[in-house]
């Protein structure tokens, strides 16, 4: 049963940047294509970027493109989301999910099995 953690998340000012880390334990990430999402205040989880299991592909929420990219270490059983011109709607728990079920990735946060507790980003303007 692999599990997640998160951690790099922080309050900054607009304008500002974070990296999000998210490391794999107690199983291997390298074959599971791996996602990021978010929920912010009030709102509903939203997708914001997925990796392939070998990172040959990304895709990104139109919101975030541009701005934030996702990458991963499968030696390190590790994936990282660098997030550059932060603004205050990026405001949100950011979670790290695992997708055994498709190698390839999704936007479906259904099709993730495994979560990570999420970090806090705080963006203010």
């Known amino acids: 049963q692999v599990q997640l953690l998160e951690s790099g998340g922080g309050l900054l000012q607009a304008g500002g940047s974070l990296r999000l880390s998210c490391a794999a334990s107690a199983g291997t990430i390298r074959t599971y294509a791996m996602g990021w999402f978010r929920q912010g205040p009030e709102k509903e989880r939203e997708f914001v970027s997925y990796i392939n299991w070998d990172g040959g592909y990304t895709y990104y929420a139109d919101s975030v493109k541009g701005r934030f990219t996702i990458s991963r270490d499968n030696a390190k059983n590790t994936v990282a989301l660098q997030m550059n011109s932060l603004k205050p709607e990026d405001t949100a728990v950011y979670y790290c999910?695992?997708?055994?079920?498709?190698?390839?990735?999704?936007?479906?946060?259904?099709?993730?099995?495994?979560w990570g507790q999420g970090t806090q980003v705080t963006v203010s303007s």
């Open positions: 999910a695992a997708n055994s079920l498709n190698p390839h990735g999704s936007d479906l946060a259904d099709m993730y099995d495994y």
